[in-house]
């Protein structure tokens, strides 16, 4: 049986998979839930799915409590392989913001990181780093063959 991929998953994959139980990044996630994929991230990054997760406005459109964002990240904490943060590289993006993925990705020595703004993640190539949709990443680890 082939290693998981060990993946970064940008905040937006998150938001994706709390509004649409039948896309892409939900089942991203649920690949996550059975451990066919690993899912790398910082404390940092993973404060940042908290608050984005916890906004009132993402929480009207994902019909999710505070209970509820609290009970998917209390399981994200229990599967996520944790990175310590040994390097920065500060700045390399253009969004101040998207930095602490990078961070994240490449520290952990990440497969790929997954997010919808590909472009924003353009120079991440000169670390050698996959930056993939969640379609792209199905299809380049094969995880419908898991």
């Not at 839930?33 to 994902?62: G, I």
């Not at 990078?102 to 924003?120: H, M, Q, S, W």
């Amino acid at each position: 049986m082939r290693e998981a991929p060990r993946l970064v998953l940008d905040t937006n994959i998150l938001v994706a998979a709390s509004r649409h139980r039948d896309g892409p990044s939900f089942a991203l996630v649920q690949a996550v839930r059975h451990r066919r994929v690993k899912l790398c991230c910082s404390a940092t990054l993973f404060l940042e799915y908290e608050s984005v997760l916890k906004r009132p406005e993402q929480r009207v459109v994902s019909g999710w409590s505070l209970q509820d964002v609290d009970a998917v990240l209390a399981e994200l904490a229990g599967l996520l392989e944790p990175v310590e943060l040994h390097f920065r590289w500060r700045p390399q993006l253009r969004d101040p913001a998207d930095e602490m993925v990078l961070e994240a990705a490449v520290n952990a020595g990440a497969d790929a990181l997954i997010t919808y703004n590909e472009r924003d993640f353009l120079p991440a190539a000169r670390f050698n780093l996959a930056v993939l949709t969640p379609p792209a990443a199905w299809a380049r680890f094969r995880l419908h063959e898991v």
